[in-house]
């Protein structure tokens, strides 16, 4: 147990703790009397305390995010949130670092719970960013997304560098297309360009998304949601 997880632990006054078993109901309470500042998921029925964030999670972060939110705001009909709790099923309740979704009211496949502000089902599309918790996004959390109905799951990889974009429906990897810019199946229009987002090249990615906001792919989608 780290230094810091025994600091935030205390801090908190949380009677939750790493490794603990239990199922999603009694973490949402035990959660839900936190301090602030203490995050932790519960996957696969297994408590996960979240470290303090590091700068190089936090840069990466923000560069996801303004991707996001410019398809978003292209696109009425999806919903982009971060870190916002999601309760997949019995055994896992998470907060992944960003999420898209198709809104309810447009046939997403996720709901708003009925007792808080929180989803429950997988919505289509989430995003994380992995230092410290690399094998867990690229393993565990992987498998229980898929069991809960993600369909894309991008996983950004700060060491070693890497962009991981998955099809967990077909237990598939996708690959970018020949020049270099992953096209997202469920949300069209909504392009990254695997290298320029590795080399934090911002004015790249955001030309390469705008592209994507301007094809005849975002355009169907547009009139499919309405």
Known sequence: MSAAYKLRSVASGCE?????????????????QAGEGFTAELINGVVYVREAV?????????????LFAIYRGATPGVEVADNATVILGEEDEVQPDLFMRILPERNGQSQNTKDGPYIAGAPELVAEIA?????IDL????????????????VHCLKPTELHWLD?????????DSDGIFRSKVF???????????????????QILESGIASPEHKQFL????
């Not at 230092?131 to 094998?135: E, M, V």
């Not at 360009?193 to 911002?202: G, N, T, V």
């Open 131 to 135: 230092l410290t918790s690399r094998a």
């Open 223 to 226: 009139e499919k949601l309405y």
């Open 188 to 206: 069209p229009g909504f392009w990254i360009h695997r290298d320029a987002l590795l080399k934090s090249d911002y004015k790249t990615t955001m």
């Open 54 to 66: 590091s700068l190089y999670h936090s840069t990466a972060h923000l560069d996801l995010v303004s």
């Open 139 to 154: 393993h565990l959390k992987k498998q229980r997304y898929g069991l809960a109905g993600l369909v894309e799951y991008i």
């Open 168 to 176: 967990l429906q077909s237990a598939t990897e996708l690959q970018p």
């Open 16 to 32: 939750l703790h790493n490794g603990d078993c239990m199922k999603q109901d009694d973490f949402h309470r035990l959660y839900s």
